[in-house]
């Protein structure tokens, strides 16, 4: 994200709380892009481990690292966030409400907006220290805002930075656009066993079988029936057309993104129960959407079965130890309560 911002000429600052993972890019303040989309060098302006150099006086705040490090990162921000700033999580698994309520919560008084989308903007993986390989950019970032009050606002800072944003209802509905705890789990579960073996297994590739593909789409179905029962509203970006290539639809990411995927061989890695796929889309976003299905009364059997078998590999009840509404306090509220909530904040 820093290197594809910077080649496009904004004046980007990274910021990390371990200096280390920097410290070959702090040495020219460069990093390497290579890919299908742009290659050279982009220049970082700042980089560093103190958050208020980071974002003192910038418009937005740019979040894509995983959903269990939000409470930490909102930590970091509390004493430096500054009124009218936006912060954007791609993808956020909710993290929107659960950031701003832990800024409240610590007395933080300033008016931010936070929003969320269904993806990264990019499919990318870091080559080394100082590369990074960008092999597609999404076309559409369906996004939802925190509060939803300043949605108008918030939209037109990320939609400055990220032009394929374009607002959803609100912070929920944007959390529910996330397409990570949809394909992941069954790529996970359905794959224990050769993921379980030593060597290198793309499971995007060999991983999506005939069978696999059919438990992704049936859940996908699953994830649109939830936010129906919601209200909310289409286009809900199903994942059919991400995998149809001849489908007329767009889907977050271009028609060709699955076909480029495939050919840069850069998802062939190891990969366990502890990798983010787990500890994020089904720790945070799978028991996510079990508990919002709870709460709105829609069943979802492929979605509970999931979770279970992930549960079992893992030694952990994720509806207990993961991201659950009610975990964040809100499974008590009434729809009118939550939907308020929602759109006026705290």
Not at 51 to 58: P, T
Request: with cysteine; glycine share 8%; aromatic share 8%.
């Amino acid at each position: 994200m820093a290197s594809d911002l910077a080649l496009q000429g904004f004046e980007v600052r990274m910021w990390s709380k371990y200096p280390d993972e920097l410290k070959e890019i702090k040495k020219t303040n460069r990093i390497k892009v290579s890919g299908p989309l742009e290659q050279g060098e982009a220049r970082i302006a700042v980089i560093t481990d103190k958050m208020e150099k980071a974002i003192k006086g910038a418009d937005l705040i740019c979040s894509p690292i995983p959903a269990f490090t939000q409470v930490d990162v909102a930590e970091s921000l509390l004493p430096h966030i500054e009124d009218g700033q936006v912060i954007f999580l791609s993808p956020g698994t909710f993290g929107s409400y659960l950031m701003y309520k832990h800024l409240r919560e610590r007395g933080c008084k300033r008016e931010f907006a936070i929003g969320e989308t269904g993806t990264l903007p990019f499919l990318t993986r870091k080559i080394s220290p100082e590369e990074s390989r960008i092999v597609v950019r999404a076309c559409n970032l369906p996004t939802g805002v925190f509060p939803a009050r300043k949605t108008k606002e918030a939209i037109e800072k990320i939609r400055a930075v990220f032009p394929s944003v374009h607002p959803v209802e609100d912070a929920l509905s944007g959390a529910l656009m996330n397409a990570g705890p949809v394909i992941h789990p069954p790529l996970i579960v359905l794959n224990t066993g050769p993921i379980e073996n030593p060597a290198p297994y793309d499971i995007h590739n060999e991983g999506t079988t005939p069978g696999i593909r059919k438990a992704i789409s049936l859940l996908d179905g699953e994830r649109i029936t939830v936010r129906e029962a919601f209200g909310y509203q289409p286009n809900h970006y199903p994942l059919e057309d991400y995998y149809d290539e001849t489908r007329p639809n767009e889907w977050m990411y271009p028609r060709i993104a699955k076909k480029l995927l495939m050919e840069s061989r850069l998802w062939y890695e190891k990969i366990d129960y502890k990798h983010r796929y787990v500890t994020e889309d089904i720790a945070c976003g799978l028991a996510f959407l079990n508990s919002a299905a709870d709460y709105i009364g829609a069943t979802i059997p492929v979605a509970r079965s999931l979770l279970c078998l992930a549960g079992a590999v893992a030694g952990i009840d994720f509806m207990k130890a993961g991201r659950t509404l009610q975990s964040l306090g809100l499974s008590q509220l009434s729809r009118v309560e939550l939907r308020t909530l929602l759109t006026d904040g705290f």
